[in-house]
């Protein structure tokens, strides 16, 4: 009876044994996935991704995050949305951040990426506030009245879509002939998904006036 018992126990063990080394082999194949190294061409497609990257804290909120920019200047109210009127770009952060997907990862450098971001925060500072408005700030509230501040961020822990861009611009001619033309492969990236391509957020201000 007891050889009974160790004989019917033995397929539990090995199944058991089975499961936990099919279940230890799809996590080394997701690492190893997650592992790859990626080029701007794998994003024909949007893709969800996170990034990880150096802890910032954003200014001048001190929020933490892995990238961040302000502007400030003047918006207006354009089909039901605010829109920046003139702007000017109060910082930008410069550390390379980690993009991390479902199929690999890669390092971005800001100038390897736009953004189209919904502004974390917004607030507007006049005369009577500007005793807590950005020192940069200070000079447009004395000629203007008043001022909107914005912030955009990167977080760890929120996930985004990226999607493959070229980028065209001009570069000097060669001799007396007209401009060349330069290409640059790149990522948009986004806080909500792409419609057929297209961003649906507006591009941030540190990029609008992006040159090469």
């Keep these: 009876m007891r050889n009974r018992k160790l004989v019917l126990s033995f397929p539990i063990v090995l199944g058991i044994l089975v499961i936990t080394l099919g279940s230890s082999c799809a996590k080394q194949t997701q690492a190893i996935m997650n592992k790859h190294e990626l080029t701007p061409d794998d994003f024909r497609n949007q893709i969800e991704v996170t990034f990880t990257g150096p802890s910032l804290k954003s200014y001048p909120s001190q929020e933490e995050c892995v990238y961040f920019e302000w502007a400030y200047g003047n918006k207006v109210a354009t ?23 479902s199929i690999g990862q890669m390092q ?75 290409q640059k492969k790149l990522l948009w990236i986004s ?20 040159t090469y």
């Design 191 to 210: 806080d909500r998904p792409f419609l057929n391509g297209k961003p649906v957020a507006p591009m941030t201000p540190a990029y609008r006036g992006w």
């Design 108 to 182: 971005l450098s800001r100038n390897e990426m736009r953004l189209f971001l919904s502004p974390e925060i917004s607030r507007i500072y006049n005369h009577k506030e500007q005793s807590r408005a950005p020192e940069a700030t200070l000079a447009w509230i004395a000629e203007n009245g008043s001022v909107a501040v914005e912030e955009y961020m990167l977080f760890s822990d929120r996930t985004y879509f990226a999607v493959l861009h070229v980028d065209t611009y001009n570069l000097p001619p060669d001799g007396a002939g007209p401009p060349r033309r330069g």
């Design 79 to 101: 089909d039901g949305e605010s829109a920046w009127a003139e702007y000017s770009v109060g910082f930008q952060s410069d550390s390379k951040i980690t993009l991390q997907s």
